[in-house]
Each structure stands twice: as C-alpha cells, then as structure tokens.
T-cell receptor, first 112, second 115 residues
Framework: QKEVEQDPGPLSVPEGAIVSLNCTYSNSAFQYFMWYRQYSRKGPELLMYTYSSGNKEDGRFTAQVDKSSKYISLFIRDSQPSDSATYLCAMSRRGNDYKLSFGAGTTVTVRA | DTEVTQTPKHLVMGMTNKKSLKCEQHMGHRAMYWYKQKAKKPPELMFVYSYEKLSINESVPSRFSPECPNSSLLNLHLHALQPEDSALYLC??????????????FGSGTRLTVV
C-alpha cells in the first residue's frame, strides 16, 4: 500500500465548474500537507500548505484537511482553462523532516 | 529573487559522456534537493543537502554525483548514464532549518535524454 493515494484521473470539467481533488494517506505521522500545481514540462509550483485539520482558503483555492479520516482535498472554484495542469498532493512527517511524500498527481483539463 | 534556476533546460547525452546539471537559488534557503521525475509520475527524491552537507542519499547509483559548492549552488554530475535515466531532473530548495513544512520551491527542471 502506498503511503499517499491520489486518483490520477484524468479529470475534465467545463470552464467555471468547481474542481475537486483529494488524497488519502496511511501514515498518521504526517503533519504538514501541501498541494502543488505542475504544468507540462515545468517544475511543480506550491499552491497551498497547511498543518492542521480544517479549511484554508486562498482566492479561488480551498484546501481541506481531515486528520481523523486521513483525507485531504483541494477545491478550485470558477475554474479557468489556465488551471489545466497536474495537481500533486504532498505531505511530510514533521518540521525538520526533509522528505516529502507525493501523491501520483491528478491531471485536470478545464474546457473553454 | 524567489526563483530556483536550473541549467541547462534540455540535455541530450550519450552513455559514455560526462555532463553536469546546475541549480542556483538566492533566497537564503539552506536545504537543497535533487529530484527525478519520469513522465506521468510524481517526483522521486534523490539527494538532500542541508547547510551544504549531504544529508540524504536515497540509494542513488554512483553514476549520479551531487555537489554543493556553496549555499546558493547545487550541481549534479552525470557519468555513464543509461537510457532509463532519461527524465526531468528537478532541483528544489527550502528555508533554513525548516525542512518541508512550508513546501519547497522547485526549479523548472532539466529534461535529460540519454541516447
């Protein structure tokens, strides 16, 4: 069993729809949770990070963490074609742990 | 400056060649990383440098040799690679002493093709 599970998709939505992405994890030691966006042939770009259960909002993006269920989500409101990318969840065990555990990544296409 | 700069962007090398990848950041980050990413796969950690010292080597073959000459620069020396080593090589950095909680800043990568 992988430490972090993420459905690779692909996911295709019309412009303006809400995109819902999620990851589950098995290691209860994970404390820090991140979402990265990666455009084709580019490096991953950090979108959001959080270290507690609950919601965190940044513009059109909302990250949710439910540590009791070992489940994290990313929602993208009013999706745009420019949101078409691969979204990777990532997590780490504690502040001075240099290793990130990544999900497989979900490929999202927003249709104009 | 909030970037991690990687050069070259593309590299084609033969199996007998020696080449180097370069990574530079000027954000004062004291942890730097090399990752390898195959198509449609997540990044895989190769090496971590913390305060210019090798902190983690994820059992990477010796044909990959990292070097951290100073706090802003990270190199990856390549020698006698195999075609299966073709991938996107990503450099990343993170703030001093904070490891990963706030995530890394990644470079755009070097797309390596071994022929």
């Amino acid at each position: 069993q992988k430490e972090v599970e993420q459905d690779p998709g692909p996911l295709s939505v019309p412009e303006g729809a809400i995109v819902s992405l999620n990851c589950t994890y098995s290691n209860s030691a994970f404390q820090y949770f991140m979402w990265y966006r990666q455009y084709s042939r580019k490096g991953p770009e950090l979108l959001m990070y959080t270290y507690s259960s609950g919601n965190k909002e940044d513009g059109r993006f909302t990250a949710q963490v439910d540590k009791s269920s070992k489940y994290i989500s990313l929602f993208i409101r009013d999706s745009q074609p420019s949101d078409s990318a691969t979204y990777l969840c990532a997590m780490s065990r504690r502040g001075n742990d240099y290793k990130l555990s990544f999900g497989a990544g979900t490929t999202v296409t927003v249709r104009a | 400056d909030t970037e991690v700069t990687q050069t070259p962007k593309h590299l084609v090398m033969g199996m007998t060649n020696k080449k180097s990848l370069k990574c530079e950041q000027h954000m004062g980050h004291r942890a730097m990383y090399w990752y390898k990413q195959k198509a449609k796969k997540p990044p895989e950690l190769m090496f971590v440098y913390s305060y210019e010292k090798l902190s983690i080597n994820e059992s990477v073959p010796s044909r990959f040799s990292p070097e951290c000459p100073n706090s802003s620069l990270l190199n990856l020396h390549l020698h006698a690679l195999q075609p299966e080593d073709s991938a996107l090589y990503l450099c990343a950095s993170s703030p001093p002493g904070q490891g990963t909680p706030y995530g890394y800043t990644f470079g755009s990568g070097t797309r390596l093709t071994v022929v």
